[in-house]
């Protein structure tokens, strides 16, 4: 890579006004989900969504051992869940961080507050890096049907995420 | 692919809150940019950035062709822009759409009334179906000092972009 300048490469990427979602995955006994927002619609058929997962985040592992992920959308008034959820979950039966979830056909967990919510098959994976894109199919899909708002994105928190790594 | 409802499926992939950008690019004496929804970092090292693009859009053959494109962010208080680009472009000297760029390192558009923008080198391209994801490292970053907001993002506008396939 030609030498960028590292505060301006940060800047410029923390203005990607990304979405923001908790990517939920099962494998086994084990489930999690995190905080992420580098997820997008990728093909209109097959309908195909790419995430992008930090090789070191213990939803990596449970994504590659399940092969499936869940992707819950949430309200822009309940970001607390997003700062929450930038760790690995508590679980409690079926809670994680005491949020009620649900099992999703694909086993993913299905949080009973998210406001729309797809599973995605995986289908392929692709070493980026620091982090992995898995690519799949929605095999899932469902939204509340009293909520009329839209949905969280990064630029409703203070967060940031992205730019370069942190060394 | 499961059956699933397509009005649920369209519906729930229209809240994702995805960014809104010009894509450009640059391949012999051709030029061209598209508004953008489906783009996103997908590694810190690398620094990388993916983009999924229409197979049957002109930009696709560009990138194709010239093996870099720019991504150009935006100020919310000007959407009118991305609704011109949705089509291809009109290039009249350093103009597409009456809007002046420059070149860019790589050779690919960088607007003059960008906010922040970057070029990337693609490493690698992925079909996914309707569409190809284009993944590559950022070479190239810039943004306008004086401009203190945040970027457009498919929210600040009526447009709606991905679902499934129209037949």
Same mark, same amino acid.
């Given at each position: 890579m030609a030498m960028l300048d590292e505060r301006l490469v940060?800047? #410029?990427m923390w203005l990607i006004p990304n979405a923001? #979602?908790? #990517?939920?995955?099962?494998?086994?006994e084990e489930w999690n989900a995190m905080t992420t927002s580098w997820i997008s619609q990728v093909s209109m058929e097959p309908v195909s969504v790419a995430v992008s997962i930090d090789k070191a985040a213990y939803t990596h592992k449970? #994504?590659?051992?399940?092969?499936?992920?869940?992707?819950?959308?949430?309200?822009?008034?309940?970001?607390?869940?997003f700062v929450k959820f930038s760790?690995?979950?508590?679980? &409690?039966?079926? &809670?994680?961080?005491?949020?009620?979830?649900? &099992?999703?056909e694909t086993g993913a967990p299905i949080f009973e507050e998210a406001i729309a919510w797809f599973e995605v098959e995986v289908a392929r994976t692709v070493d980026v890096g620091t982090h992995t894109l898995f690519i799949g199919e929605v095999v899932g899909v469902g939204r509340d049907p009293e909520y009329q708002g839209r949905a969280a994105g990064i630029d409703d928190t203070r967060m940031k995420y992205g730019g370069v790594k942190r060394h």
């Amino acid at each position: 890579m030609a030498m960028l300048d590292e505060r301006l490469v940060n800047g #410029v990427m923390w203005l990607i006004p990304n979405a923001l #979602v908790l #990517v939920g995955a099962h494998a086994g006994e084990e489930w999690n989900a995190m905080t992420t927002s580098w997820i997008s619609q990728v093909s209109m058929e097959p309908v195909s969504v790419a995430v992008s997962i930090d090789k070191a985040a213990y939803t990596h592992k449970l #994504v590659m051992d399940g092969g499936f992920f869940s992707v819950n959308l949430w309200s822009p008034d309940d970001t607390r869940v997003f700062v929450k959820f930038s760790k690995p979950a508590t679980r &409690e039966g079926m &809670e994680l961080n005491g949020r009620r979830f649900r &099992e999703g056909e694909t086993g993913a967990p299905i949080f009973e507050e998210a406001i729309a919510w797809f599973e995605v098959e995986v289908a392929r994976t692709v070493d980026v890096g620091t982090h992995t894109l898995f690519i799949g199919e929605v095999v899932g899909v469902g939204r509340d049907p009293e909520y009329q708002g839209r949905a969280a994105g990064i630029d409703d928190t203070r967060m940031k995420y992205g730019g370069v790594k942190r060394h």
